[in-house]
């Protein structure tokens, strides 16, 4: 519970100088939001039985009883609250509404929340598992019942384990959920088997700021801000979304200002005071700029640089010479960013250098309150798009607002981490399949360039799991995942978890549905705002039978077919995995209630939910179960505000048999830092080796890359130099979504698609003027490995000389695979065509043509009506599902950071005579030999000791110590 407010706090909070601390939270749940004319939420009393008129009936007034049951949103990462109408006579989900009660959302959800419904009302949904028949992707299928798929899937995997093949048991996941939970699984098996989607997404970002202060990902508290800067186009469909959406009104109807980089005039940026159309990838040279002029004009925070920045270590390296001192410390970063002008940032940037200057000092003059956001957007475009989020920290490190109110956190203060029961040890295993030698930087796993390592012999898969995973279409060089995927020898077995058909279950050889948001169990908690809370998403049609006194055993029970859920098929397979327990993992599977019983997932989640701070307390008071309070609620928050974390002090009892560095003021104990000592006090401080925010890391510099060791510009592989613009060559953006769309998840949500359904070419006036183009004419575009052909259209909402193009679209579907998405999917036809290869042999020992073909992808029919139990699907007016442009991309990894670089170098023409809307051609050699290429660039592991990663930086599913060394 909060303190009570000192005088001088209380009138703060009133004249909203500061947030209110100290609300009384009493024994009520708070509302979130204010109940008005548009947020008139049924109160909870009543959520058992709510009336509604049906109306569908009207004019009648026909009285409809409801169970409204909470969960969360699944359509993007936000996990943004939902409440679920249940009719109670049919027991079938009428419709979803945002959770009031949820800190993260209060109440608000964007187009995807309530869409859910549609999802689970999809007529081309899969309901039962399928088992492939004919050669895999040849699109035969049959039902085939759970139970052999469980015997099958478990007999390889314990095979594989019983002969140390542990490395080629995978589980590669798109979008994430289940907060901790598969880490349990994978570790109970003793695999180094997660692969992510987050290199192809956002480790650019969060390498930029995992190298200053471990934490990789920013939370700004925006609501409370007098400056935002965003790199992307946080309003719309940026990373949390609705959450950060609402708080940047709020702070925007507060006074904030607000300026957007984006060479895309997006919804965003309309709304901005200072729109900085920067050409893409020059985003940290208008960065660095903003910092000099700060440091320039002194307008920097001298207390928390001088307390919290590794000032010394800088001195020591670059001016042995010089007396250590603060004063010392500018004049050299004075002359480190001397060449930084705001005429410099105006030649790379476009962005005029009189608005850099005037952002520079609005910035300066909010100071600790200047709020900050980059997530996919520039740090995923460019070669070493990681730098721009460096340089935005930056400028958060020079105005002190790292933790404060109105300022930028980083993530983790704002997340929260559950308790799970019976945990296992880390793997004592290593998959260079994801961590390469070739990468001892990439923040996540180099997932995109997997096809390339299979090819390459580097190892294989005997099974593999994809989760909500679809890289044939929303990776680039798509082609070659399915040259992969449809090879036996290196994908042995493929096991697709997946509420819809997508492109790459098309190449699967079971197809496996998995519930969607409201039909599985899962935990939330993202850094949505300066708070703490937890959130919890639950199958509301086994809760709301469970309330009615119809309890089932598993969730496929309560849900459509036979929908599964992920939690409890895991704990089905380990358990059948180690039937005997004799590989160690069955007792990771045990009740914590019932010893020797099989746990249940109400008994995991009553064990997380009974260990959550403050939970069991507010159950209590309203005379409940940790559990059932969050059945009912949907959402708990653990703190109201998390401010400045890194000077929470360290407990003495912690102190004992600690020592302290007196040059560093670094506090060690048992061989490992646990703090540092500012200004007399033993404070937590931050992850790093220096326990402060690293502006000079001596990481990079112990890592090969001491050209990096402070914030610098890095120019991208599309910066001007590299284009020739007589031969029509663009930077094409291909990182932006429309707001209404999801990943592969869109294409199953009908008022989704009726909104958003094409994706042209951006291109401004002045472009389309020289090439005698218009609006609606075919373009040919020609990337490094194929091209694609999609129609223009001629926007002033662009910069000139950029071209740009969502990424969201162009799904499809071919004649012989089964229906599905049919709001959103064309029909292709797709042909390998011969290629006149040559017969070089590479330096790994294969002949260059092993390595791909030419595909071809044409358009046979556009989106059509369609009759099914749904009369909307006859009634679909838009025929036109957009191009898929990612998959003519070749891989781009960032040396350093991992992440696959998007922007495009393209040549931009007319289409030729043969072309026809939606054509696709690729070259999946060329797209071999593009990887051999950006693979030069890297500067492989072991450092000098032999380690293979630095042990500070975060791994996922991070395996034993005694791993990270060669
Ligand atoms: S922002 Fe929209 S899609 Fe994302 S969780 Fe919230 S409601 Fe769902």
Redesign the pocket.
């Known amino acids: 519970m909060p303190s009570s407010p000192t005088l001088i706090e209380k009138i703060a909070e009133k004249l909203r100088l500061i947030p209110n601390l100290h609300g009384d939270l009493g024994s009520e749940v708070p509302r979130l939001t204010e109940p008005g004319n548009l947020t008139n939420y049924p109160p909870p009393e009543k959520w058992d039985d709510w009336v509604e008129y049906e109306a569908k009936s009207w004019p009648k007034r026909h009285a409809k009883h409801y169970m409204v049951v909470p969960t969360s949103?699944f359509?993007?990462?936000?996990?943004?609250g939902l409440l679920s109408y249940i009719d109670k006579s049919t027991m079938q989900v009428r419709k979803f509404e945002g959770n009031p009660y949820h800190p993260g959302?209060r109440g608000r959800?964007?187009a995807?929340?309530p869409a859910t419904i549609n999802q689970i009302n999809d007529t081309d949904r899969i309901l039962y598992p399928q088992k492939r028949t004919g050669k895999r992707g040849a699109g035969q299928w049959e039902r085939v019942s759970w139970d052999a798929v469980l015997d099958d899937i478990a007999g390889r995997i314990c095979k594989a384990l019983q002969e140390k093949r542990n490395n080629e048991v995978v589980y590669h996941v798109g979008r994430p959920g289940h907060e901790g939970y598969i880490d349990r699984i994978l570790q109970s098996w003793g695999v180094d088997g997660h692969n992510s989607h987050t290199n192809i997404c956002s480790a650019g970002a969060r390498f930029g700021y995992a190298i200053w202060q471990m934490y990789d990902r920013p939370s700004p508290d925006h609501a409370n801000a007098n400056f935002i800067l965003l790199i992307s186009a946080h309003l719309e469909s940026g990373h949390y979304?609705?959450?950060h959406a609402q708080r940047i009104i709020e702070g925007m109807m507060n006074g904030a200002k607000l300026a957007v980089m984006d060479p895309r005039l997006s919804n965003t940026a309309s709304m901005a005071d200072y729109w900085m159309p920067t050409y893409p990838g020059s985003e940290a040279a208008v960065l660095l700029a903003i910092a000099k002029i700060i440091i320039d004009e002194n307008l920097y925070n001298r207390a928390f640089l001088c307390d919290w920045v590794n000032w010394q270590q800088y001195l020591q390296h670059e001016r042995p010479n010089d007396e250590i001192t603060f004063d010392n410390f500018i004049l050299a970063i004075k002359a480190a960013y001397k060449e930084y002008t705001p005429e410099f940032a105006e030649k790379e940037s476009g962005v005029p250098a009189k608005t850099i200057v005037e952002v520079a000092r609005q910035i300066g003059r909010a100071g600790t309150r200047f709020a900050t956001h980059n997530w996919r957007s520039a740090g995923s475009g460019n070669l070493g798009g990681w730098a721009v989020a460096r340089c935005l920290h930056f400028l958060n490190v020079l105005t002190g607002s790292v933790g404060t109110v109105g300022g930028t956190s980083p993530s983790a203060w704002n997340k929260f981490k559950p308790t799970v029961p019976n945990k296992p040890p880390a793997q004592k295993f290593w998959n260079s399949l994801h961590f390469p030698n070739e990468y001892p930087l990439a923040h996540y796993e180099m997932s995109f360039l997997l096809p390339h390592f299979l090819k390459e012999g580097r190892g294989k898969l005997d099974t593999y799991f994809t989760r909500v995973f679809n890289p044939v279409w929303t990776y680039p060089d798509g082609f070659s995942w399915i040259e992969a995927l449809s090879d036996e020898n290196k994908v042995g077995l493929h096991a697709a978890l997946t509420p819809t058909w997508n492109e790459t279950a098309y190449f699967a050889d079971y197809v496996l549905p998995m519930g969607h948001a409201s039909e599985r169990h899962d935990i939330i908690s993202y850094e949505t705002h300066s708070g703490l809370w937890i959130a919890f998403r639950q199958p509301v049609l086994r809760e709301a039978r469970r309330k009615l006194g119809k309890p089932v055993q598993f969730t496929y029970e309560a849900n459509p077919g036979e929908v599964w859920e992920e939690d409890e098929f895991w704990i089905e397979l380990s358990w059948r995995i180690d039937p005997d327990g004799s590989l160690g993992i069955k007792k990771h599977f045990i009740s914590p209630y019932r010893p020797g019983e099989k746990i249940t997932i109400d008994e995991y989640y009553q064990y997380i939910f009974e260990r959550t701070p403050g939970l069991p307390e507010k159950a209590a008071e309203h005379k409940m179960t940790p559990l059932d309070y969050m059945r009912k609620f949907g959402a708990f928050e653990v703190e109201q505000t998390s401010y400045n974390k890194h000077l929470r002090s360290i407990a003495t009892a912690d102190l004992q048999g600690a020592e302290t560095d007196s040059a560093t003021g670094l506090i060690k104990k048992a061989g490992k830092n646990i703090g540092v000592m500012v200004n007399g006090a033993a404070c937590e401080g931050f992850p790093t080796p220096s326990r402060k925010q690293e502006f000079f890391s001596q990481t990079l510099v112990y890592w090969g890359w001491p050209e990096y060791k402070i914030p610098v510009y890095i120019k991208s592989h599309i910066h001007p130099d590299a284009l020739d613009r007589n031969k029509g060559e663009f930077p094409l953006v291909p990182t932006f979504r429309l707001p209404t769309l999801?990943h592969s998840r869109s294409g199953n949500a009908k008022w989704l698609y009726e909104i958003s359904n094409r994706n042209p070419i951006w291109m401004h006036t002045s472009d389309a003027k020289k090439l005698g183009i218009q609006t609606g004419d075919l373009l040919r575009v020609t990337t490094d490995i194929g091209y694609f052909a999609d129609r223009v259209w001629v926007t002033e909402g662009i910069k000139p000389g950029v071209v740009a193009c969502s990424h969201h679209l162009g799904r499809w579907r071919r004649s012989q695979d089964a229906v599905g998405n049919r709001w959103a999917t064309s029909l292709v036809e797709i042909k390998s065509v011969s290629s006149d290869q040559s017969s070089v042999t590479s330096d790994l020992g294969h002949r260059t043509s092993d390595f791909g073909h030419q595909w071809q992808m044409k358009t046979l029919d556009t989106i059509r009506p369609y009759k099914s139990s749904d009369p909307d699907s006859s009634r679909i007016f838009w025929s036109d599902g957009g191009v898929h442009q990612n998959i003519t991309f070749p891989v781009h990894p960032d040396p350093i950071s991992g992440m696959h670089c998007w922007h495009q170098k393209v040549r931009i023409e007319k289409a030729h005579a043969e072309d026809r809307y939606g054509d696709v051609f690729v070259d999946t050699q060329k797209s071999f030999e593009i990887y051999r290429e950006w693979l030069k660039m890297a500067r492989p592991a072991p450092a000098p000791n032999g380690l293979r990663r630095p042990l500070w930086l975060n791994r996922p599913l991070r395996p034993t110590e005694e791993m990270f060394f060669l």
Do not use: D
Request: glycine share 12%; aromatic share 6%.
């Open positions: 949103c359509n993007c990462e936000a996990g943004c959302s959800n964007c995807k929340g979304f609705n959450p999801i």
